[in-house]
């Protein structure tokens, strides 16, 4: 037989208006969820200070289980139940009981009872109401056990019994021993049950005897431990093996009654909403606050994930904060890394970001446009298009504070459309301001004649210190000088000093000479360099550079020169000398001459390969022959031969 039973002894504990719940008039205990709930006397919203801040709020306590049918089943009698009771939920007149009789027989079974709420609760206690009026003194085996996944799976919260270890294998105690223990389900003796107006009660607190229980609102354990879509309540068979058959007949004919079932709790809100009330769809929604959403307020709107959703707490409240966008966006995302490398305090990123803003923050401009700094950057024009001139400008993008665009060479504007200072418009829309020629005058003054057509000879050849093949790659400007990137094709003669070899080398360029085209280099082409040393532009050795200045010339590559040049390499010295007469050849060589003994001039360029200061002499007075030949107007003569042996 199924007994009535009572609640611990740890109910004396329980509070009285959890006890007194089942005689409140319907208006104070939210009667139904369908209409409009419980308001609070407080004239302002629950959810916020008087000041607008931010506050922990609870939904309003209510009896879950009110007017929701339970359904009965029997362990034997599968197809034998009850799927729509209203007696046991209906409103609770204790002059004038409904009860539910479970049905006897032969075999008793197991009785289960089946409570769906409908949404998440968080459970403050479950009450049951027995229609007998006197304590039981038969044996009791009781279950309590709740669904967090609407009836899929099922896990125990309480078991009573008067025999804890022979019907469940547990110690019969009230008060979980560890935290470990807490979520946990206990047994106990639930005799004496508590006595009310028109029967016996049995009430079990969820949270009665949970160490953890004075710090709930930051135990998500406990948390989860209260939270219930179902409930079940089952009667298990107890064992009648000692009783006579007079006991069992009688057990059988004494049916289960119950008079009332609550279950007493909030909606599953979260602490951001003080009302839950059914939709348009008859679901149980909290009715959100502090910028959240969700069936139990456990995300957050759209555009305030600035931070990651939590619950509140009495000193956290805890709200969802709308991401920064500046007025540009109304969608964002949250993004847990960004969070974590702003210290923790913002996470958002916006999307879709209008008014031709870009940026996490909708902060910046987009390509194309810069800052209107007379608009606050909020205002849905503060980005401009940036109007460079398409001629003048590099690209269409410009400085996003200062708007200034990337202007061509001799190009200058904020939006690159006026030719600078010393430049013309010129006739090509690559180069649309040229330098301006600082009078042909002054050009043909300055440069040297270099730029008169030239005969490739061994005049030419020999002119100059260097003669290189070389294919320009390009240009950057670098204070008065430009420096040209080239790549050295062929080295046909260099000076005994210089350090001049294939491969990429740096060309350099004065801005002066450069601009009257002395020598006129362009990018992308191949020429003839033809020049002096670098020597006398005043560098110090580890700082030579090539240099191209007015007095080199730059001719334009042609394949037939190639030959004629290789020819010049290997021969110039030998073309040289047969130009002087037979006494001369054989007189220069006189190391015994006075001319030799009395030469006190003092020479800084040195072969590589001379062994004596004798030799050193003689080398350099072939050379400063050379160059006396070398600087006639016609092919060698017999003045040049004087000339040339007047220094010896």
Known sequence: MFRPFSPPPSTSLFPVFLLLLPFLPPSLVSSSLSHTPL?????????????????????????????????????????????NITTLTDLHNPHNLTCWMARGGPDTGEWVLTLPLGRRFEITYISLQFCQQGEPSDPISISILKSMDYGRTWRPMQHYSSDCLGDFGLPSQTVAQTRHQETEPLCSDPRPLQKQRGGMVLAFSTLDGRPSSPDFDHSHTLQDWVTATDIRVVFHQVSKDNSDKREEARRRDAPLALSDLQVGGRCKCNGHASR????????????????????????????YCDRPWHRATPTHPNPCVACECNDHSNKCRFSMEVFQQSGRRSGGVCQKCRHHTAGRHCQYCQ??????????????????????????AVGRWCNQTSGQCLCRDGVTGLRCNRCAPGYKQGKSPLRPCIRKSTTTEECVSYCQPSQVKVRMNLETYCLKDFVLKVQV????????????????????????????????QSLWVPDRDLGCGCPALHVGRTFLLIGAEEGERGWSPEESRLVADRSTLALQWREHWSPKLRGFRGNHKKTFYSFFPESFRRNKLDFSSSAWRNSKHTHTHT?????????????????????????CKTPPTQTCYVKCHAVF
């Open 39 to 83: 308001s609070w006397t407080s004239p302002h919203d629950p959810c916020y200070y008087l000041d607008g801040r931010p506050r922990h709020c609870l939904s309003e306590f209510i009896n879950g289980a009110y007017g929701v049918p339970a359904n009965a089943s029997h362990s034997l009698q599968g197809p034998d139940y009850d799927s």
């Open 276 to 303: 839950c009330r059914r939709d348009n769809t008859g679901q149980a929604v909290c009715v959100c606050e502090h910028h959240t959403a969700g069936q139990d307020c456990d995300v957050c709107e759209d555009f």
């Open 367 to 392: 390509n194309g446009y810069t800052r209107d700094q007379s608009k606050p950057q909020n205002h849905r024009k503060a980005c401009q298009p940036c109007l460079c001139h398409p001629l003048g």
């Open 473 to 504: 790659k390009g240009m950057e400007r670098s204070g008065p000088w430009w420096q040209f990137s080239i790549s050295v094709h062929t080295v046909f003669r260099t000076g005994s000093t210089s350090r001049i070899r294939r491969g990429p």
């Open 607 to 631: 072969h590589t390969h001379t062994h004596t200061r004798l030799l050193n002499h003689v080398q350099m007075r072939i050379l400063k022959c050379e160059e006396t030949v070398s600087s």
